[in-house]
């Protein structure tokens, strides 16, 4: 008998419980969604699939804190945002926009993939605002791969979601699919489904943007302890960028997720919630 997968419940309950809200921002109308009370953790996404990937990592995490995820420009149609004028410094101004909108004077930083480069340029930014973070499948600098600049060739010429895009799960195969639980072959299936969501537009954007990105520069100036965990299996950031980059921050510590690949949080949420929630939780190391 094959197991029951409880990804798909843990979306819906997170869908039920979590609160949906927008802030008109100076460059598009951002949304985001709030679960749970505490000190506030924000978690900045990777460079595609929607929101329902972390959702059950959120709901783990909110046990402990109030959790904010945000949705990138471009990710809805109606948001306003012309993708042309807004830069990775912007990406970074509307985070700390949100937390000014939401009066949040200080939070945990969680921040995945590409949201680790917006987490890296925000430590650096407003020190005072994020005492310590957690960054996963993080680098300072990554050259794309040849799927993803495909993607950015392509996306550039097809509209819609990138499940239209050639080759969609064959590309999300090569680098995942082994690291996925074979004995829950629907978990696999939910993850190309979601990641097929992700409006081409939007993730040409992000593309474009992490093609011209090195962050390596500002790393011995970000002063706060940092969390770096990273999949020993992961094809997606390979392990020299990882090692890079703890290298380069001053108070980065390697925490190695072994034989895990690059999507922990859709793999193994609860083990990823619980190394983020542990190294937040100490005293003083977060205030509301």
Do not use: C
Request: net charge positive; no cysteine.
């Amino acid at each position: 008998m094959i197991p029951t997968d409880s990804f798909r419940a843990d979306v819906l309950e997170y869908d039920r419980r979590a609160s949906r809200q927008s802030w008109h921002g100076p460059r598009f109308r951002m949304t985001y969604r709030a679960l749970g009370e505490g000190p506030t953790l924000v978690l900045l996404p990777g460079l595609a699939s929607t929101y329902r990937g972390y959702a059950p990592l959120l709901k783990t995490l909110a046990g402990r804190f109030r959790t904010l995820i945000i949705d990138y420009p471009g990710e809805n149609l109606d948001d306003g945002a012309d993708l042309r004028t807004i830069s990775h410094d912007d990406l970074v101004t509307d985070v700390l926009g949100l937390l000014d909108h939401l009066e949040v004077k200080s939070a945990a930083l969680f921040g995945l993939s590409f949201g680790s480069t917006l987490s890296l340029k925000a430590l650096h930014r407003a020190p005072e605002r994020f005492a310590k973070a957690v960054l996963q499948g993080a680098f300072a600098r990554r050259r794309l791969q040849p799927p993803e600049r495909l993607a950015l060739a392509v996306g550039r010429r097809v509209k819609g979601t990138t499940a239209r895009l050639p080759f969609h799960e064959l590309g999300l195969s090569r680098n995942n699919r082994s690291t996925f639980p074979v004995e829950i072959p629907d978990r696999w299936s939910y993850y190309v489904e979601e990641n097929g969501r992700t409006p081409i537009l939007g993730l040409t954007h992000r593309l474009d943007l992490l093609d011209r990105l090195d962050l390596r520069p500002i790393l011995p100036e970000i002063g706060q302890e940092v969390r770096v965990i990273h999949g020993t299996a992961d094809r997606i950031v390979p392990m020299k960028y990882h090692n890079e980059l703890v290298t380069g921050l001053a108070r980065g510590q390697s925490l190695l997720m072994e034989n895990i690949g690059h999507q922990p949080h859709w793999t193994h949420p609860d083990e990823l919630a619980r190394l983020v929630g542990e190294f937040f939780e100490p005293a003083g190391s977060v205030r509301a």
